[in-house]
């Protein structure tokens, strides 16, 4: 995937582009990590973009990068259709180690603590 695709995709957007891909995010990003979760070096740092997305006191800008990175990851076509065995979520992941690599001070220690215990074997989340 070329980085300006990568750049378009995580444009921010307007407030309705945002508020959809929240909705969007909040609806499928727990089915889609359990999807991922094999093929997924990263579900710690991911669930901490997500965490961090959904933060009212992260950026507005920041906010709108991570959501749109997220709505990328929850969308099951794409570039490269997630249903592809061992390939599907490699363009996910490039946009999505992106927009953490663009905003990584944003994400704290909290969104961190946050996606440990999301992950964690007694969570309910996954």
């Known amino acids: 995937m070329k980085s300006e695709q990568i750049e378009e ?3 921010p957007g307007s407030e309705r582009q945002r508020n959809n891909r929240e909705e969007r995010v909040r609806k499928q990003f727990w089915s889609t990590l359990r999807k991922a979760a094999n093929v997924l070096p990263m579900a710690e740092e991911v669930t901490a973009a ?3 997305a959904l933060d009212k006191e992260t950026p507005t800008k920041v906010r ?3 959501l749109a990175a997220l709505a990328y ?3 099951p ?3 490269l259709p997630d249903f592809i065995l061992g390939l599907g979520f490699t363009d996910d992941l490039a946009v999505i180690m992106a927009a953490i690599g663009a905003v990584r001070s944003n994400i704290t220690d909290a ?3 946050a996606a440990r215990k999301a992950l ?5 989340e996954i």
Do not use: A, P, Q
């Not at 964690?120 to 309910?124: A, I, T």
């Open 64 to 66: 709108g990068t991570l």
């Open 111 to 113: 969104h961190r603590l």
């Open 9 to 11: 995709i995580l444009e």
């Open 50 to 52: 997500y965490f961090c």
């Open 120 to 124: 964690s074997d007694d969570s309910d």
């Open 73 to 75: 990851f929850v969308l």
């Open 77 to 79: 076509l794409d570039v």
